[in-house]
């Protein structure tokens, strides 16, 4: 074997056995929460594409800084599912398919969908403390962006990505992404760019806490009063291959 199909078998390679085995013995099965986000998310795109729809979905989906606060806690539940309208809709519908499908797979629904809410909400919070900033700060932005739709799975997207890479240990995979979003920035500094760069910054400290959490448990076990080592995620989980531990 070569060094570069060791090096990608030793990245990629419990991530890959985890997805394949769940995928094999569950089909579609093993991803229903991603089938549910893909078809919500077309149909938002096709009801904001309709003249007695925009509005419709202005009002329950899009965020924008300059809202009160608590209409954009209440609109950022849907405004995952809602694709920005200057980009590609099959782009949003293609990476909710494949990043929260392995995620799915790999963490459980309902890890998926807190880490995606939690980083897409670190995002949303931060532009608001990036424009209180101002522009001549390197982590401010202009107060024109208070208006900028904030809406679509990008940040959510990025965060799982990150996350997944870790809990499978594809560091290189994970820092790789991490070096995107930052030339995104500096190629484009704009509001979208540096919420991706707040959703790592969020999911890293979900990190250090599921790291913490499993040292924690790992004491618990060696008196004899925890569970198996990789700790049981119950059905949510999948059929798949259980992550390695992080230490």
Request: proline fraction near 6%.
């Amino acid at each position: 074997m070569s060094t570069l199909a060791r090096h990608a078998r030793a990245e990629w390679g419990p991530l890959f056995s985890t997805v394949r085995g769940a995928l094999a013995a569950r089909r579609w099965r093993a991803v229903p929460m991603t089938l549910a986000a893909v078809c919500l998310t077309a149909l938002c795109q096709y009801v904001q594409n309709q003249p007695w729809g925009y509005q419709f979905v202005q009002n329950i989906g899009c965020v924008r800084a300059e809202d009160p606060l608590w209409l954009s806690l209440l609109r950022t539940p849907l405004s995952l599912f809602v694709p920005a309208l200057d980009l590609p809709v099959w782009g949003a519908l293609v990476q909710i398919l494949l990043v929260f499908g392995i995620a799915e797979i790999c963490l459980g629904r309902w890890r998926t969908l807190v880490i995606g809410y939690a980083v897409t909400l670190a995002g949303t919070l931060y532009a608001r403390v990036a424009i209180s900033l101002g522009p001549e700060n390197p982590l401010g932005l202009p107060a024109s962006d208070a208006q900028v739709v904030d809406t679509g799975p990008s940040a959510a997207v990025v965060g799982l990505a990150v996350f997944v890479c870790w809990r499978y240990r594809a560091y290189f995979t994970a820092a790789l992404v991490s070096a995107l979003m930052v030339v995104e920035v500096l190629v484009k500094n704009n509001l979208a760019g540096k919420e991706h760069i707040a959703a790592i910054v969020a999911v890293l400290v979900l990190c250090v806490l599921s790291a913490a959490a499993r040292h924690r448990d790992g004491g618990t076990r060696s008196d004899g009063r925890g569970s198996d080592d990789c700790g049981s995620e119950g059905e949510d989980e999948g059929p798949g291959v259980k992550p390695p531990i992080q230490s």
